[in-house]
């Protein structure tokens, strides 16, 4: 059994009496402990050390926080009685925690007053559960406070900025037990009656959907706005079970002769981002890009080892810098969620799967160390030997089909990401000037697909535009 | 030929004994075998028996093992045997009275099974009877088929277990499972275990007689419709069946009890446990883990009730609290209705102390375990003068059976759960190796508090002698002191690389001369880790010596090491010539 450090927290100032229940205390004894005070003149040292809290002389054990998940605790045993003198380091109560019994203990010297919240009972954290008061001559009125406070002890503390944790805890508790007994019953499942709690949905407001009318977890996760999806994951096994047909049982049956063969780890998991990647609306947007000036520069470059592809990565992280919303992500349906790095993921093919090895800093590392870079991940990947940071940081994705002949393609937006550009062949193609003249020239469509959510088209369209600047004049590329 | 290589090393190692006189052997191979020989008292069955000895000994080497082992020990006895040429039905009081058996033992459940390997061992003409199948509930619907789902589930459990699977660095993706391959595994391990029961006893020559056995007199019994046996002593070993409170209809579909349960016939989505003893608790790990919901129903104020309260609390806060189950403490299920006409099951809970109804619960399934009820009807115990106490046989602490009158029945005993005392498959056998010591010569009180007891749990829990209130309790009323230690797995590091440190261990003892108590274990095969402790307390083994003994690093058992090490045994009590305690 852990001891903990003290939670005897001193009633706070307050010059402004509030509803509180600690101020309702502490405004009274302000004068009631200076007058106590000077007369008795204890001990000097702790006169001394008291100094700045002379109005503190009667404290509040408040419910300590003793996990990082704990909201409530429950009292189960005081190790003191009312009346017993208590002294620093000693242990006052033992409370329950989500995750184990723990010893309170004092940091004060003092009597225990009075216990506001009894053995067996529960309170949240930060709720006062305990009244110590410095000397016998106060512990009378700290009892009588507390007893007129009692009730609504728990109710409210000032520590705590959030006023409602008037809910003290056994209640939900009990309602969820006591629910069904209403009149019409609403029936919940055990799991849905934990949800309840958990994120402090009322019942009432939850129409069942399961066997019977009763609420199931599904219907709290959409009552309290949260997507099913999370839970679908771990519960879908279990929860296809009961009936193995829909799950198991492919739609149409096997032709004769054909052979089922189940997915790798690899095509597992690139099958499940294709189907999550269902829940994100995404929007396409394409732009043709002439390249005669990049294909130059590429001859140029590639004797020193420069790639298509670090010169393509290169080009859109430069572009990126500048839109930096076609780098962010949608994490929550919420907000925006703005990286603070360019990592440009690309997709390679390999043994019958896919894998995106991710370009970090793509817009601060120059074109020979990014070319270097890509050796090196290409040559992990094919080793099996990427690291998972290596293949899932990526903030943007380049998808390249060109080299198959491929003119235009468009990809699936990954999960986390906000956009992902599908380059085609680059190609000779007749073109015409703004001064009407006709030239053959090398173009390439580019195709970008993104989370409409956060990524509209202008900014699509922005993005594009000043990427194809950047190809079509790639001597910055270089620099 | 592989058995023949075996007689002659049983041969050499019986080469100090004194050799019976050859005549009374049939052949080499018999008088190669004496070290088996010398244990039977008598020339009829002498031979017999060890004709069947070789089966034995090509049917399995453990049997081998067993009789070369008992040979040693069993010196004094032989030598007792050796002159007497009588046969072994020598009746009381010196009056030959011939019977067809030895031993007969009702009932082939483990208790059975386990006074008749003893008795065959000690020599006795045993027969079993059984008037269903051989293994009774704890292999057929009870311990083993049992442990086969909760074997499922354990690894159901992990492999859900995002977080833990992270933890580990593994991946796994969309574990599932077959409910009929799960309800094959369990069968086929009962069909399995029970087998090896039949084949063990058929091997060693224990009779098998097929048939409810019923008790027609003293010595005396029927099994069957009219086969009429007799034997020197009676073992009742009758078992017990799920007890189902009155009020409970149970269709053996929506409502059901663990015999139904174990055939895991379908998962529902929701199901009410009425009971979370061993039973229940154990059921609700199977369900959650196939992805059931669960409710508890506890007619106690507090779930888990029979456990230490410590232990209970934290198995709560692990076994209940993070699952899919909600509870009702202190009410009783008064009328459970099976689910028809498309309405659910429905139960109706009155509260436990005031009898008001207190709340309808409509949920898909209801699984009741409340208990056992000993299985004696039909045992013909008023034939002998015999009432049952709430259906249990009334024995004293040597497992005989007391009559109506507070009388004891000679050559009557009763183990396991038909006498209530202590209602597991290991302590009916426990209590039939007593009997038979004692029918065969020897006094023997079996000491319960050495018994242990485990829930097969994830985590499990594992109990042997007194809790810590009944400790206290005891200390108040004898007048000594108690101490307790703990230690957590979370200290254990081949707990934390299993990456299971949830779990306490617990010791409830005398400081003033280290006498264990009791010992609790909450944790990673709690189950397996507490028989240091029962077989400490069986053996009187106190603190200050059992603290001495070295445990392999990194084990799981350097937590009963610590918990051993923790313990503040009183200076002047150490190292006292620690007397075995009568067991």
Redesign the interface.
């Known amino acids: 059994m852990a001891t903990l450090s003290p939670f005897l927290s001193k009633t706070p100032l307050s010059n402004t009496p509030t509803i509180s229940f600690s101020s309702s205390i502490s405004t009274p004894l302000k004068w009631k402990s200076i007058t106590s005070f000077s007369p008795s003149g204890s001990s000097s040292s702790r006169s001394r050390r008291r100094i700045f809290i002379v109005q503190s002389k009667i404290r509040e054990i408040f419910m300590p926080a003793l996990s990082s998940t704990m909201t409530e605790g429950k009292i189960v045993s005081w190790i003191k009685s009312e009346g017993d003198v208590l002294s620093k380091g000693e242990s006052v109560v033992v409370v329950e925690s989500d995750k184990a019994d723990m010893d309170v203990e004092t940091f004060y010297d003092g009597i225990l007053a009075a216990i506001v919240v009894p053995e067996g009972e529960s309170a949240p954290v930060g709720a006062a559960i305990g009244i110590l008061a410095e000397t016998e001559a106060e512990v009378a009125q700290a009892k009588a406070k507390a007893a007129s406070a009692g009730a609504a002890a728990p109710a409210s503390h000032p520590v705590t900025s959030t006023p409602v944790p008037a809910v003290s805890p056994p209640e939900p508790k009990k309602v969820a037990e006591s629910a069904p007994s209403g009149p019409r019953k609403t029936v919940a499942t055990p799991y849905a009656k934990k949800l309840l709690k958990q994120h402090k949905v009322d019942i009432n407001s939850v129409v069942g959907t399961g066997p019977f009318g009763r609420i199931t977890p599904e219907d709290v996760e959409k009552a309290a706005g949260i997507a099913p999806s999370k839970s679908v994951a771990p519960s879908a096994a279990p929860a296809a079970l009961p009936k193995p047909a829909p799950a198991a049982a492919p739609a149409a049956p096997l032709l004769p002769g054909s052979t089922v063969v189940p997915f790798t780890t690899m095509q597992a998991a690139v099958s499940k981002n294709m189907i999550e990647s269902l829940s994100v609306p995404t929007f396409r947007v394409g732009y043709p890009i002439i390249t005669d000036a990049l294909d130059a520069l590429y001859e140029k470059v590639k004797p020193k080892g420069v790639t298509m592809t670090a010169l393509l990565a290169k080009a859109a992280a430069m572009a990126l810098v500048q839109h930096p919303v076609v780098n962010a992500s949608c994490k929550d349906g919420k907000s925006f969620t703005y990286n603070a790095n360019i990592n440009i993921a690309v997709a390679v093919a390999i043994n019958g799967g896919l894998i995106t090895p991710v370009l970090q800093d793509a817009d601060k590392l120059d074109l020979y160390l990014l070319s270097q870079k890509w050796k090196e991940l290409v040559e992990k990947a094919r080793s099996k030997q990427l690291q998972p940071h290596e293949y899932n940081s990526g903030t943007f994705t380049l998808s390249n089909l060109g080299m198959f002949g491929v003119d235009r393609f468009d990809a699936i937006l990954p999960p986390g990401q906000g956009a992902i550009m599908a380059v085609g062949a680059s190609k000779p193609t007749v073109v015409a000037d703004a001064d009407g003249f006709f030239g053959v020239k090398s173009k390439m469509l580019v195709n970008v697909t993104a989370d409409h959510r956060i990524i509209y088209g202008a900014d699509l369209a922005a993005f594009l535009q000043t990427f194809s600047k950047i190809v079509e004049n790639p001597e910055s590329l270089t620099l | 030929m592989h058995y023949s290589a075996a007689f002659s090393q049983a041969a050499t190692s019986a080469t100090a004994v004194p050799t019976i006189s050859g005549s009374r052997h049939v052949g080499a191979l018999h008088s190669s075998s004496s070290s088996c020989t010398l244990l039977i008292p008598s020339k009829p069955i002498n031979l017999r028996f060890c004709g069947l000895r070789r089966e034995a000994f090509g049917f399995s080497p453990s049997a081998f093992t067993r009789c070369s082992n008992s040979q040693r020990v069993q010196l004094p006895s032989r030598r007792r045997f050796k002159g007497s040429n009588v046969s072994a039905s020598l009746g009381d009081n010196g009056i030959p009275k011939s019977f067809d058996y030895d031993l007969i033992i009702i009932g082939a459940g483990v208790g059975g099974h386990g006074a008749a390997l003893h008795a065959v061992e000690k020599g006795l003409k045993t027969a079993i009877i059984e008037g269903d199948v051989v293994g009774g509930t704890c292999v057929n619907r009870g311990c083993v088929p049992s442990k086969a789902l909760l074997a499922v589930s354990g690894r159901m459990r992990e492999l859900?277990s995002?977080h833990h699977m992270k933890a580990l660095g593994l991946?796994v993706?969309?574990?599932?499972?077959?409910?009929q391959g799960v309800a094959d595994h369990a069968n086929n391990l009962a069909t399995k275990i029970r087998n090896n029961l039949t084949n063990s006893m058929k091997a060693l020559g224990v009779d098998i007689l097929t048939g409810v056995g019923t008790i027609l007199g003293p010595q005396k019994v029927k099994f069957g419709t009219d086969n009429i046996v007799t034997a020197k002593d009676i073992i009742i070993a009758t078992g017990s069946v799920p007890f189902v409170p009155k009020g409970i209809e149970v269709d053996g579909k929506t409502v059901i009890t663990s015999d139904h349960a174990l055939k895991l016939e379908?998962?529902?989505?929701?199901i009410a446990i009425v009971g979370s003893g061993y039973i229940g608790l154990e059921f609700s790990d199977v369900y959650t883990a196939?992805?059931?919901?669960?409710?508890f129903i506890e007619a106690l104020d507090q779930l888990m009730p029979g456990f230490d309260p410590e232990i209970g609390?934290l198995a709560q806060?692990v076994l209940v609290?993070p699952r899919?189950?909600?509870y009702?403490t202190g009410v009783f299920a008064t009328k459970i209705t099976p689910a028809k006409d498309g309405?659910?099951v429905t139960i109706e809970l009155i509260d436990a102390k005031t009898k008001e109804p207190?709340?309808?619960?409509?949920v898909?399934a209801a699984l009741i375990a409340t208990g056992r009820a000993p299985f004696t009807n039909g045992l013909g115990l008023e034939n002998i003068n015999v009432v049952t106490q709430r259906g249990f046989v009334p024995v004293d602490e040597r497992m005989r059976v007391t009559d109506a009158n507070g009388n004891l029945v000679p050559h009557l005993y009763c183990i396991g759960d038909a006498n209530g005392k202590m209602m597991l498959a290991h302590a009916a056998s426990a209590q039939g190796i007593s009997v038979v010591e004692q029918v065969t010569g020897r006094d023997h009180v079996l000491n319960h508090l050495s018994i242990p007891a485990a829930c097969f749990t994830h985590p499990e829990i594992s109990m042997v002698g007194l809790t810590e209130p009944q400790a206290r309790e005891k200390a108040e009323k004898e007048g000594f002191e108690v101490s307790v230690a703990k230690t957590s797995f979370k200290a254990n590091t081949k707990a934390l690389a299993e990456n299971e440190g949830e779990g306490l261990a617990k010791l409830i003892y005398r400081p003033d001369n280290g006498e264990i108590l009791g010992v609790h274990i909450f944790g990673l095969h709690a189950a397996d880790l507490i028989h240091e402790a029962s077989n400490a307390i069986a053996l009187g083994t106190r603190i200050q010596d059992i603290k001495f003994a070295v445990h392999a690093h990194p084990t799981l058992s350097e937590v009963l090491d610590e918990l051993f090490k923790a313990a503040k045994v009183k200076d002047h009590a150490s190292n006292p010539v620690s007397e075995p305690v009568a067991v």
Do not use: C, M
């Not at chain 2, 993706?173 to 409910?179: C, L, M, N, T, V």
């Not at chain 2, 379908?266 to 929701?270: G, I, M, N």
């Not at chain 2, 196939?290 to 409710?295: A, I, K, M, R």
């Not at chain 2, 207190?358 to 409509?362: G, H, P, Q």
């Open positions: 859900q995002e991946q993706h969309a574990a599932g499972y077959d409910r379908f998962v529902p989505d929701w196939l992805g059931s919901e669960v409710t609390k806060r609290n899919k189950i909600d009702h309405k659910p207190k709340d309808t619960l409509e898909d």
